[in-house]
């Protein structure tokens, strides 16, 4: 009877998802990732991943982005149409257009080969630690008034909506975070370090042009609404970026 409680009180380990259609890239993650005491479950196709990702709740899923059949992007997009699992692209290309089509069909983090298999470990365990503090409300605890409001710009955290202008901006969850993270402390330079560490929760590995491109995504999408308020997002050269709380009035 004992042995049996505390078999129940043992945490479940993680089930991941690796989809790469090198059987060689697949075996390497697998070894590492079951050494670091996850489950792992395989596809070599966009098709079988899809199938198996609809059917099974997987913790996460580590998705390759040029596969035969269906590539990546075609998985993320439809399996978003149902699920939220987070996703890590695999890419053997580094360029900023892939980038941004993995973040914009819902990707949590993308990850480029050639890449160390320790850091895959520690990324995936910075990714599954931040979904499981968020809770959608990226891991903080609710104020009495959840809302951030600035002149042009503001964020209702409980319903995780933004305005510009007072028109809805419509952002993906890692760029409402990112804007979140700015606007919690307005004026206040981040360095793009400290944005991973923060945002993306990574204490160890990090491509900061992650930060670089989401922070251009986020300015795009609020231009869209209110190039003034876009303009609240400042580089500051040599430092990192801040969230400008009074920004010049965009001229007629």
């Known amino acids: 009877m ?3 409680i505390m078999q129940e009180n043992v945490e479940q380990p993680k089930k991941l998802l690796v989809v790469d259609d090198e059987n060689r890239i697949r075996r390497l993650l697998k070894m590492y990732l079951e050494k670091a005491h ?10 079988k991943a899809l199938k198996l990702a609809l059917e099974n709740d997987y913790d996460l899923i580590l998705l390759d982005l040029m596969m035969p059949e ?6 993320a997009e439809e399996l ?3 699920k939220e699992t987070p996703i890590m692209m695999l890419t053997a290309k580094g360029e900023e257009l892939n980038r941004i089509q993995g973040f914009e069909v819902g990707a949590d ?3 480029v080969k ?3 298999p320790r850091e895959i470990v520690l990324r995936v365990s910075a990714i599954l630690k931040r979904s499981q503090t968020s809770g959608g409300n990226s891991g903080k605890a609710a104020s009495v008034s959840d809302t951030l409001t600035l002149p042009h710009l503001e964020i209702d955290n409980d319903s995780r909506r933004v305005t510009a202008d007072g028109k809805i901006v419509n952002l993906t969850p890692k760029e409402y975070d990112l804007l979140h993270y700015l606007m919690s402390s307005p004026d206040q330079i981040f360095g793009r370090e400290q944005l991973l560490r923060e945002v993306w929760k990574y204490e160890f590995f990090g491509d900061l042009r992650t930060v670089d491109t989401h922070v251009k995504r986020l300015r795009e999408k609020l231009k869209k609404e209110s ?4 303009k609240m997002i400042e580089t500051v050269w040599g430092l990192g970026y801040k969230l400008n709380s009074y920004p010049h009035e965009e001229e007629e």
Not at 70 to 75: Q, S
């Open 2 to 4: 004992t042995d049996e």
């Open 70 to 75: 269906m590539d990546g992007i075609e998985v």
């Open 227 to 230: 190039k003034t308020a876009a």
């Open 80 to 82: 978003r149409k149902e």
């Open 38 to 47: 996850y489950e792992i479950d395989e596809a070599e196709n966009g098709k």
């Open 109 to 111: 983090d993308y990850i």
């Open 114 to 116: 050639p890449f160390s």
